[in-house]
């Protein structure tokens, strides 16, 4: 693709509104934390002209990682929109966090892109997060490329680094990831480490060497020559057997020399059909360089090898009732189907929408319609509204730039729109549509909160909603059991953050408490009590007295209210009252403070007066019996068990099933999976588990995965249910 390059765009580079969806690129930067992704799209915006030599825009800002929080934290937290222009190309670059607390901002990335760059750090080679998302982007057929980044670093070998991706990008075809350059090494340093200070395009056998600061073409020495074949003739082989012309293999290996123009149309058609992952090299420019090594190559890449947003299938797409509607791909003339891809709120603006449009043509002051479906579970409720589209943009930076308009395949920001969220559908107003949702992973981290002042529990429901509105990873829980407010996290760095844009956006200081989980109580044995409320004081007195039986029940019965009365020594207008006062007393628990349940509460007798019997006082005596049956019983503290399925590598199996043992858990099964891992299945105590999303973080480095679902409420082992006891009652 070397032999493309035109001039320079400089200026002319900035980012506009595009006027047809051929001549726009969408792709998003995906590795782990550190692999150089964010000073990558700052060498590719200044290569592109972008911004200054001193990689900043006109506001003296950088390009991405701009927000206080990222500056504070030195990392990605956010997904950012750099648009950038290379050869009337428009480039929307999309730059992901790296550290798995922020995967919902990647998996956003992912829906808004056409394309992936894989950043891979030559000194920290590939983790197991990144082939996790490479085996997520091959099963949907995301078109990829590598880059492979810190090629100044000491001991960094460019060729062992493309072996390594082979092997952990390329289980199915090695051959099928391959490097379209070779790095050009200057002199040796002191340290013996030889910097790379150019490439030498493998199809064209041209060098292109930076050293200057500025890309210079020239043709490699005769030296240089008998490792250059052996790689061409490889790629070429590479990208022939990935050809749709089946004639092509036959005639390469008969002798036939295949035209450069050929292997290069072959090659941009592998790779926009996701058959071909090229690797490249890339590095940032140097103090005052124009032009950072690589930068070159990868957006002639970008626009000559990665799909169109024609090429994008648009995802399922159905009215409001749910009937599905066939919508042409990238159709600007089609009905209006956008996707908010991030919400982020701005001082000045109010709430920002970054928007994907998959269909149709979106402009300024028009009314659509916004409908959010299917995230009840985390706070957010089901909406179906018309909302006014404010100003278009163009972000770059901290800046905003207007547009006239958005059409189907661009991504744009859109001001104002007070009820759209992240994960929302924006359609016609007349012809309300709602896609389905992208895949986002559970929050399984709890943060217990409470307002650390009267002024910041006034702001603190209001700041909640906005939060959860920006972010669909994040769960808001109002636990009627403890009565705590809960935010679900994806990890601590996660929780750092919502704490942070709390305090520092909405303006809300709020207090980490311990979080409880929801225990129950129960009789593990059968009892009797009797419940006497009588009092006389003069004038109108109180009278009630009854007698009561429990028993327990199997584990979600609830309360059972059996009248055996005989007589009418409770009379019938006074049995209710009795029921609601236990039922009242259960909910208020007989042992901890915690609700009873599972039990059968049989009123057998009981005595009334004429005159001072009421439905308060036969609701206090019911209540009274209950405790006194509790007292003379054994009571069981019942805790939550969850179902945990983790899905780690083979590696790390033991180690799993052993730390989940040790939380006193039971496997119940394991499960072989594809790509080298196990589906292991385990029961384990919700109070084990509290921070497990970060401590099977640290066990598998990174590589597991776990769900949990609630299974059942069972009996506390004695030990630890006798300290739940003395807590509580030295809490009271």
């Given at each position: 693709m070397g032999d493309k390059v035109k001039e320079h765009p400089g200026a002319a580079g900035r980012a506009r509104a595009a006027d047809h969806p051929a001549s726009v690129r969408n792709v998003v930067l995906v590795g782990h934390s550190g692999s150089g992704k964010t000073t990558l799209v700052e060498a590719l915006a200044l290569t592109a002209g972008a911004v200054n030599r001193a990689g900043r825009v006109e506001d003296g800002g950088t390009v991405s990682d701009y927000d206080d929080i990222e500056h504070r934290q030195q990392r990605s937290v956010q997904l950012s929109l750099v648009p950038v222009e290379w050869n009337g190309i428009k480039i929307n670059i999309l730059d992901t966090p790296g550290y798995a607390d922020f995967v919902g901002e990647l998996r956003a990335g992912l829906r808004a892109a056409d394309a992936a760059l894989f950043v891979v750090s030559a000194s920290d080679g590939v983790d197991g997060s990144t082939r996790m998302v490479w085996e997520e982007c091959a099963a949907v057929g995301m078109p990829r490329a590598i880059v492979v980044t810190h090629l100044e670093a000491a001991r960094a070998d460019f060729q062992e680094m493309t072996r390594v991706c082979a092997e952990a990008f390329g289980a199915d075809d090695p051959d099928a990831v391959l490097p379209l350059y070779l790095p050009l090494h200057g002199p040796q340093g002191p340290d013996g480490h030889a910097p790379v200070t150019g490439l030498v395009g493998l199809l064209t056998r041209k060098l292109f060497d930076y050293s200057t600061g500025e890309r210079k073409e020239s043709e490699p020495g005769p030296d240089q020559l008998p490792d250059l074949e052996e790689a061409r003739n490889r790629l070429i082989e590479g990208i022939i057997s990935e050809s749709e012309d089946e004639t092509?293999?036959?005639?390469?290996?008969g002798g036939e020399q295949i035209d450069l123009k050929t292997l290069i149309e072959d090659l941009e058609r592998a790779v926009a059909r996701g058959a071909f992952f090229p690797v490249l090299a890339a590095a940032p420019a140097a103090d005052g360089a124009r032009q950072g090594l690589g930068t070159v190559e990868l957006l002639e890449l970008v626009t000559g090898g990665f799909?169109?947003?024609?090429?994008?299938p648009t995802p399922g797409v159905t009215t409001i009732d749910g009937t599905p509607?066939?919508?042409?791909?990238?159709?600007t003339g089609g009905p209006l189907v956008a996707e908010v891809v991030k919400t982020a709120s701005d001082p000045y603006v109010g709430r920002v929408s970054l928007v994907r449009v998959f269909s149709g043509t979106l402009r300024p002051d028009e009314t659509v319609h916004v409908s959010g479906h299917g995230l009840a579970d985390r706070g957010h409720e089901d909406h179906d509204v018309d909302e006014k589209i404010g100003a278009l943009s163009t972000p770059f930076g901290k800046q905003q730039r207007p547009v006239t308009h958005v059409i189907a395949g661009d991504l744009a920001c859109v001001a104002k729109l007070g009820r759209a969220e992240t994960g929302d559908t924006l359609s016609g107003k007349d012809d309300p549509l709602l896609m389905e949702p992208w895949q986002m992973p559970d929050p399984l981290l709890p943060l217990a909160i409470e307002a650390h002042s009267k002024a910041d529990e006034d702001k603190l429901s209001q700041g909640l909603a906005r939060?959860?509105?920006?972010?669909?990873?994040?769960?808001?829980?109002?636990n009627q059991d403890t009565h705590q407010v809960v935010l679900w996290c994806l990890g601590e760095a996660h929780a750092d953050v919502a704490l942070e844009r709390l305090r520092s956006r909405y303006g809300v200081q709020v207090d980490v408490v311990p979080h409880k989980v929801s225990l129950r109580e129960t009789f593990a044995e059968k009892s009797a009590g009797r419940g006497r409320h009588v009092k006389q004081s003069g004038g109108h007195g109180q009278f009630a007295i009854c007698e009561i039986e429990v028993e327990p029940l199997p584990g979600g019965s609830g309360i059972e209210f059996v009248d055996k009365v005989v007589g009418g020594a409770v009379p019938r207008q006074f049995i209710p009252s009795v029921e609601k006062g236990i039922r009242a007393q259960a909910v208020k628990g007989v042992a901890a403070g915690y609700q009873l349940v599972d039990v059968r509460v049989t009123l057998l007798d009981g005595k009334a007066h004429s005159v001072d019997s009421s439905d308060a006082a036969f609701q206090t005596a019911g209540a009274l019996a209950l405790r006194e049956a509790?007292?003379?019983?054994?009571?069981?503290?019942?805790?939550?068990?969850?179902e945990v399925s983790v899905l780690v590598g083979d590696d790390y199996v033991g180690a799993v099933m052993s730390d989940l043992s040790g939380r006193r858990g039971r496997v119940l099964g394991t499960e072989q999976t594809s790509g080298g891992r196990t589906l292991v299945k385990a029961e384990v105590p919700e109070f084990e588990i509290g921070r497990y999303a970060v401590d099977l973080r640290s066990l598998s480095h990174g590589t597991a995965r776990f769900s949990r679902s609630y299974a059942r409420h069972e009996p506390m082992p004695p030990q630890i249910a006798e300290k739940i006891r003395e807590q509580a009652k030295e809490a009271s």
């Open positions: 092509l293999m036959d005639r390469y290996l799909p169109t947003p024609f090429e994008h509607r066939d919508i042409k791909p990238c159709d939060l959860v509105a920006e972010d669909p990873t994040m769960r808001l829980e109002q509790a007292a003379d019983a054994k009571i069981h503290l019942l805790e939550p068990v969850a």
